[in-house]
C-alpha cells in the first residue's frame, strides 16, 4: 500500500508563499508521475503541477510563474513552492501519484489565501 503524506498548508496573505510538501512511503521512482492537485469549494478537483520521474514539469496555467514543483528522490519527497499567492488559490491540495495501472492520494492540506 502506498501512502502520501501532504504538509504545509496554512492561512497566508495575498502575495505571501507557501512551500507543500508530500512525503511518500515508498520509493517515488515506482511512479510514472506525482503532482499536486486542488479543489476549492463546488469545483471539481483540478490539476496544478506534475513532475515526471525523468523530471519534466507541467503547470496549469493559472499558476506558471509562480508555482514550482520539485523531487527529492533521497527524500521521497515531492514539494510545491507556491509564491504570489492569490485568494483564488485557496483550496485543498491533494498529493497524487501515479504508477501503470494505478493512481494514488494524499488526505489533502488546506490553504487560505486571506487578508
Known amino acids: 500500500q502506498v501512502q502520501l503524506v501532504e504538509s504545509g498548508g496554512g492561512l497566508v496573505q495575498p502575495g505571501g508563499s507557501l512551500r507543500l510538501s508530500c512525503a511518500a512511503s515508498r520509493n517515488i521512482f515506482e511512479f510514472f508521475a506525482m503532482g499536486w492537485f486542488r479543489q476549492a469549494p463546488g469545483n471539481q478537483r483540478q490539476a496544478v503541477a506534475v513532475?515526471?520521474?525523468?523530471?519534466?514539469?507541467n503547470y496549469a496555467d493559472s499558476v506558471k510563474g509562480r508555482f514550482t514543483i520539485s523531487r527529492d528522490n533521497a527524500k521521497n519527497t515531492v514539494y510545491l513552492q507556491m509564491n504570489s499567492l492569490k485568494p483564488e488559490d485557496t483550496a485543498v491540495y491533494y498529493c497524487?501519484?501515479?504508477?501503470?495501472?494505478?493512481?494514488?492520494w494524499g488526505q489533502g492540506t488546506q490553504v487560505t489565501v486571506s487578508s
Open positions: 497524487n501519484a501515479v504508477r501503470l495501472g494505478d493512481r494514488f
Open positions: 513532475i515526471t520521474n525523468g523530471g519534466t514539469t
